[in-house]
Nanobody, 117 residues
Framework: QVQLVESGGGLVQAGGSLRLSCAAS????????MGWYRQAPGKERELVAA???????YYADSVKGRFTISRDNAKNTVYLQMNSLKPEDTAVYYC???????????WGKGTLVTVSS
């Protein structure tokens, strides 16, 4: 089992920045990729950014150039630096960890990001 705890959400004005953190604990040795998803009211959950254990990254087109995902393997923590935030970035952000060997996905409880215009 892997437990994920997110932090760093909050209220920010458009154009501002926030940094989300996700700390993993438990059977972290099985984790391959980690990522951030978000779900806005009335919309489906979508992948925002992901990073593999080797450091390869993926970004949704909507956040490219504004968001940066990073990972500290020693601390089992993944970060999402969000700059130039827009009101449409408002959502609950969820941390995800993939355990490829066990074919399992783990999720945090989410952290709310609200961007005011």
């Amino acid at each position: 089992q892997v437990q994920l705890v997110e932090s760093g959400g909050g209220l920010v004005q458009a154009g501002g920045s926030l940094r989300l953190s996700c700390a993993a604990s438990g059977d972290t040795i099985c984790i391959s990729a980690m990522g951030w998803y978000r779900q806005a009211p009335g919309k489906e959950r979508e992948l925002v950014a992901a990073i593999t254990s080797g450091g390869s990254t993926y970004y949704a087109d909507s956040v490219k150039g504004r968001f940066t995902i990073s990972r500290d393997n020693a601390k089992n923590t993944v970060y999402l630096q969000m700059n130039s935030l827009k009101p449409e970035d408002t959502a609950v952000y969820y941390c995800n960890a993939e355990c490829t060997v066990a074919a399992m996905d783990y999720w945090g409880k989410g952290t709310l990001v609200t961007v005011s215009s």
